[in-house]
């Protein structure tokens, strides 16, 4: 293989590191999310 180039393997476990940043990061938006809904339900009420 020539130098500078990643394995398959190499390519698949950068591929999971990003969608785990990802997952992290839309979790953390839907927290956000859930807590200003909450906040707004409870000034309703």
């Keep these: 293989m020539r130098p500078g ?13 990003e969608l785990l940043k990802d997952e992290q990061a839309i979790e953390k938006i839907e927290k956000q999310i859930d807590e200003k809904h909450t ?3 409870s000034k309703v009420q």
Excluded: A, T
Excluded at 5 to 17: I, M
């Design 39 to 41: 906040k707004k339900q």
């Design 5 to 17: 180039r990643l394995s398959f393997e190499e390519l698949v476990d950068q591929n999971k590191q």
